[in-house]
């Protein structure tokens, strides 16, 4: 019961990273990356597609996103979507290939940005620290009913807090990592 508790902690923690570096993934950070385009979804044929599973996406060089469409009538509705995103990027079509500029960032918006990620990263951090905080509760309970000793409710307390200081440093890591990437020139 206690190891599918922890287990369950663990894997709840994982999901807290894996979602934050998706978040960062949407970031803009100056250099062209296809990771920009991973929440876009297009209007095809009455259904939102994942822009992925409708063109192929690359980055020629550092300041431009090349999108090959593989359906040539979706290439509007390709415009559209990224043009009603939130990505403040505007898209050159040729009828079939879609580019987008990557500007160049100024320091403020390096700023904006640094903050956006930091916000981020302490969501991660809660979300983390709230399984933490249910696995203990949890914990009390078993102990209540009598299913866990009082020594082993210690042991497990000290085990998910360690658990806890491991994945909020890898939180911290990533967002050191994004800083820098955001900040670089």
């Known amino acids: 019961m206690i190891d599918e508790l922890m287990a369950d902690a663990k894997r709840r923690m994982e999901g807290a990273v894996e979602s934050l570096v998706g978040e960062f993934n949407a970031v803009r950070?100056?250099?062209?990356s296809t990771a920009l385009l991973d929440r876009i979804q297009v209007d095809y044929y009455g259904s939102?597609?994942?822009?992925?599973?409708?063109?192929?996406?690359?980055?020629?060089d550092p300041r431009t996103i090349s999108i090959t469409v593989y359906d040539k009538s979706a290439v509007n509705a390709v415009v559209r979507a990224i043009q009603e995103s939130d990505l403040a990027?505007?898209?050159n079509s040729d009828g079939n290939i879609v580019r987008l500029s990557i500007p160049v960032l100024t320091q403020e918006r390096r700023k904006e940005l640094v903050r956006l990620v930091r916000s981020m990263a302490e969501d991660a951090r809660i979300a983390v620290r709230n399984v933490r905080r249910d696995v203990i509760q949890d914990l009390k309970e078993m102990k209540k009913e009598g299913m866990v000793s009082e020594d082993d409710e210690r042991r497990y307390e000290?085990?998910?807090q360690?658990?806890?200081?491991?994945?909020?440093?890898?939180l911290n890591e990533r967002l050191v990592y994004k800083e820098e990437e955001i900040l670089e020139v």
């Open 29 to 32: 950070t100056g250099r062209a």
């Open 48 to 60: 939102r597609t994942p822009l992925r599973q409708l063109a192929n996406l690359a980055t020629p």
């Open 89 to 91: 990027l505007t898209p």
């Open 158 to 160: 000290d085990e998910v």
């Open 162 to 170: 360690k658990l806890t200081n491991a994945y909020i440093e890898q």
